[in-house]
């Protein structure tokens, strides 16, 4: 049986995917299971720890300086979910627009599902097109 871990370690986990997420997107593999499933803004279906990969690829092409600062958390079973303050520098193309050297801020709600200590379910919410605004595209 598998099991969820108490909502104390689930949130510390998601502390520490986050952090070390912003030092390599190695990361993923470390913190998510191979099956795991991440719903992404934008998209009406999920896609597998690759898919996730390339997206997260794509943010830290565009912010190569891109931080996570949890500033809220609620873990209940095998559930959390984390409100995030993100932080970056525009230094490269962003979904069309060319690199602006803008510091940017926006806030990301990421639920998560934990298992045997890896991510088995994640969903990730942001304002894109408020970023797009801050980058002069809106």
């Known amino acids: 049986m598998k099991e969820g871990g108490a909502p104390s370690e689930n949130k510390a986990m998601m502390e520490r995917f986050l952090r070390d997420l912003d030092e390599d997107i190695g990361a993923i593999d470390k913190f998510l299971s191979p099956d795991c499933q991440t719903h992404l803004p934008g998209s009406n279906l999920p896609v597998d720890r690759e898919g996730f990969k390339m997206f997260v690829c794509m943010l830290y092409t565009a912010f190569p300086d891109l ?23 525009h230094k490269g193309d962003f979904q069309g627009v060319l690199p602006t050297g803008r510091q940017v801020t926006f806030t990301d709600i990421i639920m998560a599902r934990i298992e045997d200590g890896k991510l088995i379910a994640l969903w990730a919410q942001f304002d894109v097109l408020g970023l797009l605004n801050e980058l002069g595209a809106g």
């Open 67 to 89: 931080h996570h600062e949890i500033e809220h958390q609620i873990g209940e079973g095998e559930k959390v979910a984390s409100l995030v303050t993100v932080r970056g520098t």
